[in-house]
């Protein structure tokens, strides 16, 4: 039986002009961004659709990415569209609990937005993530193990392809010894802090006190969480999940392996650029990977998914 996934993105994916043209054609989606404006008490179309430079700062970029991947979502719910599991990467994890059912929109703005500022107050200098091309997860674990400083693993992304975080000076080092290892490349990633690295654990404290005040609900579509790996289908452990997440690995290609093995066939992104549908397709081949960032996008998604 075919089973299909709706996937998030996460920070690094934001441009400006995202999510506009859904904002302009249909009314539920600039409900949404209504909606996460009056909570936030931030512009939403300013920040997501005008040249600025607030999109490209952390504490803006998580809240706004969340405002059109929800946007986006409650258009494709509103055709008719529903998946069998989602999954999220990093800041994507919380459209993924929204689209399963586990927490409200206006809840998940609310606390999004305060996770943008704690993570960008918590490193606002000294920090800095690198991404290694063409090594294996064994050696470049090795390699940060036995690297002066902090630096750890960020993300793994696909088969070649994972982030390292942490001090700005263990990163480097890290990363010279990586080449030597016979990395393809060491890329420094432009990013405002030292994402998913022990740095970032006060952040997390912070954001778990907000979060008790969530409610999260049952919910009957399940989810992959980042810090397992593994299927959620109870509210239990998702405010833990969620703590740990800012400081911890995100196992991207462990999830996305997850879901196949469970006989999930067809992904559908939502929201900005289509960085996770290029992982998926290097981790196999032979699934259907849609996605829906563009007005146009949508069309070729329904005839997909044969939604009438």
């Avoid at 719910?77 to 994507?92: K, Q």
């Avoid at 918590?122 to 400083?149: K, R, Y």
């Avoid at 392809?161 to 990395?183: C, F, S, Y």
């Amino acid at each position: 039986m075919s089973k299909t996934a709706f996937m998030f993105p996460g920070q690094g994916a934001q441009y400006i002009g995202m999510g506009k043209d859904f904002y302009e054609k249909e009314q539920t989606a600039k409900e949404i961004f209504d909606k996460a404006g009056s909570i936030t008490g931030l512009d939403m179309p300013f920040i997501c659709f005008t040249e600025n430079d607030k999109l490209s700062i952390t504490e803006y970029t998580q809240i706004a990415m969340l405002t059109v991947e929800t946007a986006i979502l409650k258009v494709l719910e509103e055709r008719g569209i529903r998946p069998d599991v989602t999954a999220g990467l990093s800041l994507g994890e919380y459209g993924a609990i929204v689209a399963c059912g586990a927490m409200r929109a206006e809840e998940a703005f609310a606390v999004v937005r305060r996770r943008g500022v704690y993570m960008q107050e918590a490193v606002p200098e000294g920090g800095a993530m690198a991404a290694v091309l063409g090594l294996s997860a064994d050696v470049i674990e090795e390699v940060c193990q036995n690297t002066q400083g902090i630096v750890s693993i960020a993300n793994y992304n696909c088969p070649g392809q994972i982030v390292i975080t942490g001090e700005a000076d263990a990163v480097n080092r890290a990363g010279e010894v990586l080449k030597e290892k016979g990395a393809k490349r060491v890329v420094p990633l432009n990013v405002s802090g030292p994402f998913h690295s022990q740095m970032l654990t006060g952040a997390g404290e912070r954001l778990r006190k907000d979060l008790e005040k969530v409610q999260i609900s049952e919910f009957s579509i399940p989810y992959v969480a980042n810090l397992t790996a593994d299927y959620v289908s109870t509210p239990e452990n998702i405010r833990e999940l969620l703590e740990k997440q800012i400081s911890s690995p995100v196992r991207w290609q462990q999830s996305v392996e997850r879901m196949l093995a469970d006989g999930v066939d067809t992904f559908v992104e939502i929201g900005p650029g289509k960085t996770l549908s290029s992982f998926v397709k290097k981790i196999n081949r032979d699934v259907t990977v849609l996605n829906v960032d563009k007005y146009e996008d949508l069309a070729k998604c329904l005839e997909v998914l044969k939604v009438e």
